[in-house]
């Protein structure tokens, strides 16, 4: 299966997805990690960890252009995906041959119904629309709306699955075999926002994102504390 490479820029930056998002609880977790801290070279941080621990703002997908948002969504595709049918996400490129086996193998297995798998309505839908702003130069975009037209989608498709991104990819087999249905669940998504269909995605209304790499310490003390659903810190 091929890693979607569209809109990660070359730039250092984090985010992390939340179902809700408590200030409180944030610094709590911080606090909390930064207690057991042993190392000495992580002591001189602390300061700075409990600053950002405080300033940290968690905001709807739609309070962020669609250029974050899709470069976000390109992130974490896999690793949803991985989520939606119980395979364990891949560490380091010796487990990525298990995960792509073991990925296909329950994507090929999965029972896709238009009317029940709306999530799956969702990624068809902002896999598209990542292909669509991406040929169209529109991916830099600092626009925060733009809703989802069945046009848009019914031209953009023979392309898309024709497409390198596509082409070869687990993904292309299953939205083949399922086009019809995947068209026909799209529509419950018309002249809805993107970042709404994203935060239908994600499960998940909040987003943080930042334009530096956040210190690990942060994700290790959101993680712990169950407090994000997906975190990721992308070294440019």
Same mark, same amino acid.
């Given at each position: 299966m091929k890693i979607r490479t569209d809109f990660v820029t070359n730039s250092s930056s984090s985010s992390f997805?939340?179902?809700?998002?408590?200030?409180?609880?944030?610094?709590?977790?911080?606090?909390?990690?930064?207690?057991?801290s042993s190392e000495e070279c992580e002591k001189p941080w602390h300061p700075y960890l409990r600053e950002l621990a405080s300033s940290m703002a968690g905001r709807r997908f739609r309070e962020y252009p669609l250029r974050d948002l899709m470069e976000v969504?390109?992130? &974490?595709? $896999?690793?949803?995906?991985?989520?939606?049918? /119980?395979? +364990?996400?891949?560490?380091g490129w010796d487990d990525y041959d298990r995960w792509d086996a073991e990925l296909e193998q329950a994507l090929s297995e999965k029972v896709y119904l238009s009317n029940s798998d709306e999530k799956w309505n969702a990624l068809f839908i902002l896999d598209l629309y990542e292909d669509y702003l991406y040929k169209a130069d529109l991916w830099n975009t600092d626009e925060k709306s733009m809703e989802v037209s069945s046009e848009i989608l019914n031209a953009q498709i023979k392309d898309y699955l024709q497409?390198?991104?596509?082409?070869?990819?687990?993904?292309?087999?299953? &939205?083949? $075999?399922?086009?019809?249905?995947?068209?026909? /669940?799209? +529509?419950?998504?018309?002249g809805k926002e993107l970042a709404n269909v994203m935060e239908y995605f994600f499960g998940a209304q909040y987003l943080y994102f930042d334009e530096t790499e956040t210190?690990?310490?942060?994700?290790?003390?959101?993680?712990?504390?169950?407090?994000?659903?997906?975190?990721?810190?992308?070294?440019?």
């Open positions: 997805i939340f179902k809700e998002f408590n200030s409180e609880k944030i610094k709590q977790a911080v606090e909390h990690r930064l207690a057991l969504y390109s992130w &974490y595709c $896999n690793e949803v995906i991985s989520k939606w049918l /119980g395979v +364990k996400m891949w560490k497409s390198w991104e596509c082409e070869g990819s687990i993904l292309q087999v299953f &939205y083949m $075999n399922n086009l019809e249905e995947l068209l026909k /669940g799209a +529509k419950r998504f018309e210190h690990y310490l942060i994700s290790e003390a959101l993680e712990e504390a169950g407090l994000c659903l997906y975190s990721c810190c992308h070294m440019g």
